[in-house]
C-alpha cells in the first residue's frame, strides 16, 4: 500500500488520470442524470443537454443584444458578432465594474503599509478598520443606497468596502512582519522615512500584498454579483438573475463556466506577472 | 455542477427514482442517503412564500386543521415556505409535489419546462396589491424614457405593461428603461434614490413606500381585477397517481384551505385570532395583514372560486397573459409558438395547441368542496 504513504511517487499518467477524475465523474454524472430527465420530459429545463447549452452560448455570444438595432446582419466577421452580443455587453459591464473595484485595492494596500510603519497613523485608523472589518456590509445595503445612491458607485463601493479591510489589515501585518534589524540598518546607512517605507519594507512585501489581492478576487467577484443582483440593467449576474425567471439554465449553466474562466484567466495573469516581477519571490 | 447534483440527492432522495429508478446501484444510493425505509404513508409537500393570499398555508398546517384533514384521507402533508423563486425552481425540480403561485409564474415556469400542471385552488386575485408608484406627480405618459424599478419579467412588468396598453401608451413601452431591482431591497432602494421616478411592487412593500412624501399610485392592480390570479398548483402527475393518493392530496389540501377560509371570513373575535395566526407567516400585525386582505379579492367561498375559474373572463385573462410571457421569452428559447405551451380550461377548452396541454385549470376539487363531498 505504498502508493498511499507521504512518499508516494504517481507516475505522469498516474497524476494525469487522478487529476481529471472528479471532472470526468461530475460531467458524466451530470450527463446521465440530464438524459434521464430528458427522457421522461423533453421540455426539461433544470438540467440542459450538452446540444442545449451549445445552442444557449452561441446565442448569447453571437447573436446581436435584443435592445440593439438590427445592424449586424449575417455578413459581419465572428468578432464583430461576438461584440454586439449579449454575453460581451454583459462581460463588458461587469468587467470595468471588476477592474475598477480592483484598482481600488491599490489605495488600501498604501493606507496599510503606512499604518503600519508609522505610529500616529496605525494609531488612528488601525482600531475603527478593526471594527469595520467585521461589518457584514451587505446587511446595510439600505444605508449604502443613501450614500452611494443604486447606480454603478453604489456596486463598486459594495466591493471596496467589503474586500479593501481585508487588504488594508493583511499590508498591514504583512509590513509589521518585515525585521526591525532592516529599518534599523536602514536608517543608519542614511535611509529617509519615505524611503524606508517605500525602497525596504514595500518593495519586501510587494509579492504577499499581490498574492493576497489575488486570493481575494473570489470576494471581490462574489460582492459584484450581489451587487448586480440587487438593482441593474446589465451586467453577467443580472443576465444570470433574469434568466433565472424562466428557467433559462441552458445560457446560465455556459455563463456560470464562462464567468469562472475570466476568473481563472485574471488569476493565471496575476500570478504569472508577480513571478515576473519578484522572480525572487517562491511562495505559490 | 457536482455541488447541484448532490445537493439535488440530498434534498430529496425520492425524486432519483423518476429520472433513475432502473439502476441497482442508485436503488443503494437512495437507501444509503434515506437511512431507513420509510412508512407506506403516502407524504406530499406543499409549497409556498410569503404574501397576502399564501399566508395562510402557514396557519393552515401549524393550527392543526391540515393535520386533520390529512388524517382523514390517510396522508401526510408537508407545508414549507421558500422565497418566491426557489419555490419555484422547487416545484420544476419535482422536488415538492404543490406550489402557492400566481397564473403567469404557473405558465411560465412549470408549464413551459415542460412540467405538466394543474391548477387546484383558485384562491384570490390581486385587487391593488400590485401598483405602479410615482414621484412628483407623474403621469403615466410621462413614463417613456425615464427609469422604472421593479423586478423584470414578473407580475410587475405584466401590470406596468397593462397599464401603459389600457392607456394607449402600449407604442410607448419599449422606450421604458427598465432597472431589475431584487424584490428585497426595492423599497429602501427606492425611498432612498429620489432621482428614480417610477416603481412597479407589491404589498406589503406598497404600504412601506405610500408612507413617503411625494409619492402616488397611477395604477394598481384593481384596474385589471382577476388578471393576476394566485393559485395552488399540483403536478398533474401527482394527482394522476395510480394508487390514487394524489387525489387523496388534493381532496385533503382543498377541504383545509376551505375549512380556514371560512374561519378566516366568519365576522368576530374568532376570525381576528385566526387573521392574527395568518398574518404572524409574514411577521405581520393583525392591522397590517387586514390593510392586505382589503386590497385582495378573496375567493372564501368554493362557489365564488368555482365562478371564475370556469368564466370566459378566465381564457381572456391566460390569452393576454401567455401572449406577455411569449413577447419577453418567458416561454424559453426554444418555444417557437404562443401555442406550444397550451392552457386547458374547465369544461375542455384549449389555449394553444392540443397535443401540448401544459396547464390545467381543474374545477374538480374545488367542485367536490362546494357540494360539500370532500
Same mark, same amino acid.
Given at each position: 500500500?505504498?502508493?498511499?504513504?507521504?512518499?508516494?511517487?504517481?507516475?505522469?499518467?498516474?497524476?494525469?488520470?487522478?487529476?481529471?477524475?472528479?471532472?470526468?465523474?461530475?460531467?458524466?454524472?451530470?450527463?446521465?442524470?440530464?438524459?434521464?430527465?430528458?427522457?421522461?420530459?423533453?421540455?426539461?429545463?433544470?438540467?440542459?443537454?450538452?446540444?442545449?447549452?451549445?445552442?444557449?452560448?452561441?446565442?448569447?455570444?453571437?447573436?446581436?443584444?435584443?435592445?440593439?438595432?438590427?445592424?449586424?446582419? *449575417?455578413? *459581419?466577421?465572428?468578432?464583430?458578432?461576438?461584440? *454586439?452580443?449579449?454575453?460581451?455587453? /454583459?462581460?463588458?459591464?461587469?468587467?470595468?465594474?471588476?477592474?475598477?473595484?480592483?484598482?481600488?485595492?491599490?489605495?488600501?494596500?498604501?493606507?496599510?503599509?503606512?499604518?503600519?510603519?508609522?505610529?500616529?497613523?496605525?494609531?488612528?485608523?488601525?482600531?475603527?478598520?478593526?471594527?469595520?472589518?467585521?461589518?457584514?456590509?451587505?446587511?446595510?445595503?439600505?444605508?449604502?443606497?443613501?450614500?452611494?445612491?443604486?447606480?454603478?458607485?453604489?456596486?463598486?463601493?459594495?466591493?471596496?468596502?467589503?474586500?479593501?479591510?481585508?487588504?488594508?489589515? /493583511?499590508?498591514?501585518?504583512?509590513?509589521?512582519?518585515?525585521?526591525?534589524?532592516?529599518?534599523?540598518?536602514?536608517?543608519?546607512?542614511?535611509?529617509?522615512?519615505?524611503?524606508?517605507?517605500?525602497?525596504?519594507?514595500?518593495?519586501?512585501?510587494?509579492?504577499?500584498?499581490?498574492? *493576497?489581492?489575488?486570493?481575494?478576487?473570489?470576494?471581490?467577484?462574489?460582492?459584484?454579483?450581489?451587487?448586480?443582483?440587487?438593482?441593474?440593467? /446589465?451586467?453577467?449576474?443580472?443576465?444570470?438573475?433574469?434568466?433565472?425567471?424562466?428557467?433559462?439554465? /441552458?445560457?446560465?449553466?455556459?455563463?456560470?463556466?464562462?464567468?469562472?474562466?475570466?476568473?481563472?484567466?485574471?488569476?493565471?495573469?496575476?500570478?504569472?506577472?508577480?513571478?515576473?516581477?519578484?522572480?525572487?519571490?517562491?511562495?505559490? | 455542477?457536482?455541488?447541484?447534483?448532490? #445537493?439535488? %440527492?440530498?434534498?430529496?432522495?425520492?425524486?432519483?427514482?423518476?429520472?433513475?429508478?432502473?439502476?441497482?446501484?442508485?436503488? &443503494?444510493?437512495?437507501?444509503?442517503?434515506?437511512?431507513?425505509?420509510?412508512?407506506?404513508?403516502?407524504?406530499?409537500?406543499?409549497?409556498?412564500?410569503?404574501?397576502?393570499?399564501?399566508?395562510?398555508?402557514?396557519?393552515?398546517?401549524?393550527?392543526?386543521?391540515?393535520?386533520?384533514?390529512?388524517?382523514?384521507?390517510?396522508?401526510?402533508?408537508?407545508?414549507?415556505?421558500?422565497?418566491?423563486?426557489?419555490?419555484?425552481?422547487?416545484?420544476?425540480?419535482?422536488?415538492?409535489?404543490?406550489?402557492?403561485?400566481?397564473?403567469? $409564474?404557473?405558465?411560465?415556469?412549470?408549464?413551459?419546462?415542460?412540467?405538466?400542471?394543474?391548477?387546484?385552488?383558485?384562491?384570490?386575485?390581486?385587487?391593488?396589491?400590485?401598483?405602479?408608484?410615482?414621484?412628483?406627480?407623474?403621469?403615466?405618459?410621462?413614463?417613456?424614457?425615464?427609469?422604472?424599478?421593479?423586478? $423584470?419579467?414578473?407580475?410587475?412588468?405584466?401590470? %406596468?405593461?397593462?397599464?401603459?396598453?389600457?392607456?394607449?401608451?402600449?407604442?410607448?413601452?419599449?422606450?421604458?428603461?427598465?432597472?431589475? @431591482?431584487?424584490?428585497?431591497?426595492?423599497?429602501?432602494?427606492?425611498?432612498?434614490?429620489?432621482?428614480?421616478?417610477?416603481?412597479?411592487?407589491?404589498?406589503?412593500?406598497?404600504?412601506?413606500?405610500?408612507?413617503?412624501?411625494?409619492?402616488?399610485?397611477?395604477?394598481?392592480?384593481?384596474?385589471?381585477?382577476?388578471?393576476?390570479?394566485?393559485?395552488?398548483?399540483?403536478?398533474? $402527475?401527482?394527482? #394522476?397517481?395510480?394508487?390514487?393518493? !394524489?387525489?387523496?392530496?388534493?381532496?385533503?389540501?382543498?377541504?383545509?384551505?376551505?375549512?380556514?377560509?371560512?374561519?378566516?371570513? @366568519?365576522?368576530?373575535?374568532?376570525?381576528?385570532?385566526?387573521? &392574527?395566526?395568518?398574518?404572524?407567516?409574514?411577521?405581520?400585525?393583525?392591522?397590517?395583514?387586514? $390593510?392586505?386582505?382589503?386590497?385582495?379579492?378573496?375567493?372564501?367561498?368554493?362557489?365564488?372560486?368555482?365562478?371564475?375559474?370556469?368564466?370566459?373572463?378566465?381564457?381572456?385573462?391566460?390569452?393576454?397573459?401567455?401572449?406577455?410571457?411569449?413577447?419577453?421569452?418567458?416561454?424559453?428559447?426554444? @418555444?417557437?409558438?404562443?401555442?406550444?405551451?397550451?392552457?386547458?380550461?374547465?369544461?375542455?377548452?384549449?389555449?394553444?395547441?392540443?397535443?401540448?396541454?401544459?396547464?390545467?385549470?381543474?374545477?374538480?376539487?374545488?367542485?367536490?368542496?362546494?357540494? !360539500?363531498?370532500?
Amino acid at each position: 500500500m505504498s502508493f498511499l504513504r507521504i512518499h508516494a511517487q504517481p507516475g505522469r499518467t498516474a497524476v494525469w488520470t487522478l487529476s481529471w477524475f472528479l471532472f470526468a465523474t461530475g460531467i458524466i454524472l451530470y450527463f446521465y442524470v440530464a438524459q434521464e430527465r430528458h427522457r421522461e420530459n423533453p421540455d426539461e429545463r433544470v438540467m440542459p443537454t450538452i446540444g442545449q447549452m451549445v445552442r444557449g452560448f452561441s446565442d448569447a455570444a453571437l447573436k446581436p443584444a435584443e435592445e440593439e438595432e438590427v445592424q449586424t446582419t *449575417s455578413g *459581419s466577421s465572428l468578432l464583430s458578432r461576438f461584440r *454586439s452580443s449579449m454575453l460581451w455587453k /454583459d462581460t463588458e459591464a461587469s468587467g470595468r465594474r471588476f477592474l475598477i473595484s480592483v484598482a481600488l485595492l491599490f489605495p488600501a494596500v498604501l493606507l496599510g503599509l503606512h499604518m503600519a510603519m508609522f505610529p500616529v497613523i496605525g494609531a488612528f485608523f488601525l482600531r475603527f478598520i478593526l471594527f469595520f472589518d467585521k461589518i457584514v456590509a451587505l446587511s446595510l445595503l439600505p444605508i449604502l443606497f443613501i450614500a452611494f445612491g443604486i447606480d454603478e458607485l453604489s456596486k463598486i463601493m459594495l466591493i471596496v468596502i467589503g474586500v479593501a479591510p481585508t487588504i488594508i489589515l /493583511d499590508t498591514f501585518n504583512l509590513s509589521k512582519s518585515v525585521p526591525s534589524e532592516q529599518i534599523v540598518k536602514g536608517f543608519t546607512l542614511g535611509a529617509s522615512d519615505f524611503s524606508i517605507a517605500y525602497r525596504i519594507v514595500f518593495k519586501q512585501i510587494l509579492p504577499r500584498v499581490l498574492n *493576497s489581492i489575488r486570493l481575494n478576487l473570489k470576494a471581490v467577484m462574489l460582492f459584484l454579483f450581489a451587487g448586480e443582483m440587487i438593482a441593474s440593467t /446589465d451586467g453577467l449576474a443580472y443576465r444570470i438573475a433574469l434568466l433565472r425567471r424562466h428557467m433559462g439554465m /441552458d445560457t446560465i449553466i455556459p455563463y456560470v463556466l464562462w464567468v469562472a474562466l475570466l476568473l481563472f484567466l485574471v488569476d493565471f495573469a496575476m500570478n504569472t506577472i508577480n513571478h515576473k516581477l519578484h522572480p525572487w519571490f517562491e511562495a505559490a | 455542477m457536482l455541488a447541484f447534483l448532490t #445537493n439535488r %440527492f440530498r434534498i430529496n432522495p425520492k425524486s432519483l427514482t423518476l429520472p433513475c429508478g432502473r439502476g441497482p446501484v442508485m436503488i &443503494a444510493l437512495m437507501i444509503a442517503l434515506m437511512g431507513s425505509a420509510p412508512a407506506a404513508t403516502p407524504s406530499f409537500t406543499v409549497g409556498w412564500s410569503v404574501y397576502v393570499g399564501w399566508n395562510p398555508y402557514y396557519y393552515m398546517a401549524k393550527s392543526g386543521i391540515l393535520r386533520k384533514w390529512a388524517d382523514k384521507y390517510g396522508i401526510n402533508i408537508r407545508v414549507q415556505r421558500f422565497d418566491y423563486a426557489p419555490s419555484l425552481d422547487a416545484f420544476v425540480a419535482k422536488n415538492i409535489d404543490a406550489c402557492a403561485m400566481t397564473n403567469m $409564474e404557473a405558465l411560465d415556469m412549470p408549464a413551459a419546462a415542460g412540467v405538466d400542471t394543474t391548477a387546484v385552488i383558485v384562491g384570490d386575485y390581486s385587487n391593488g396589491n400590485d401598483a405602479v408608484i410615482v414621484r412628483q406627480n407623474l403621469t403615466l405618459a410621462q413614463i417613456p424614457g425615464k427609469q422604472v424599478m421593479l423586478v $423584470e419579467k414578473t407580475v410587475s412588468q405584466y401590470l %406596468f405593461e397593462r397599464a401603459m396598453a389600457i392607456n394607449g401608451l402600449g407604442a410607448q413601452i419599449r422606450r421604458v428603461h427598465y432597472l431589475n @431591482t431584487s424584490d428585497s431591497d426595492i423599497a429602501s432602494a427606492f425611498l432612498t434614490n429620489p432621482d428614480k421616478p417610477v416603481v412597479v411592487t407589491w404589498k406589503p412593500l406598497v404600504s412601506q413606500i405610500l408612507k413617503a412624501k411625494d409619492v402616488k399610485v397611477v395604477f394598481n392592480s384593481s384596474q385589471i381585477p382577476g388578471e393576476i390570479l394566485d393559485l395552488l398548483v399540483v403536478r398533474s $402527475e401527482v394527482l #394522476n397517481r395510480a394508487d390514487g393518493s !394524489g387525489q387523496k392530496f388534493a381532496k385533503a389540501v382543498t377541504g383545509a384551505w376551505y375549512e380556514l377560509l371560512k374561519l378566516m371570513s @366568519t365576522a368576530g373575535p374568532g376570525a381576528d385570532k385566526v387573521l &392574527a395566526g395568518i398574518a404572524e407567516a409574514s411577521q405581520d400585525s393583525l392591522a397590517s395583514y387586514k $390593510e392586505q386582505l382589503s386590497t385582495t379579492h378573496m375567493f372564501y367561498t368554493p362557489q365564488a372560486a368555482l365562478d371564475i375559474a370556469s368564466s370566459p373572463d378566465l381564457k381572456k385573462t391566460m390569452d393576454l397573459v401567455r401572449q406577455f410571457c411569449f413577447q419577453h421569452g418567458l416561454l424559453g428559447e426554444k @418555444t417557437k409558438s404562443v401555442d406550444d405551451v397550451a392552457v386547458q380550461f374547465p369544461g375542455g377548452a384549449v389555449l394553444g395547441k392540443p397535443d401540448r396541454i401544459r396547464l390545467r385549470f381543474s374545477t374538480t376539487y374545488m367542485q367536490l368542496a362546494a357540494q !360539500g363531498k370532500l
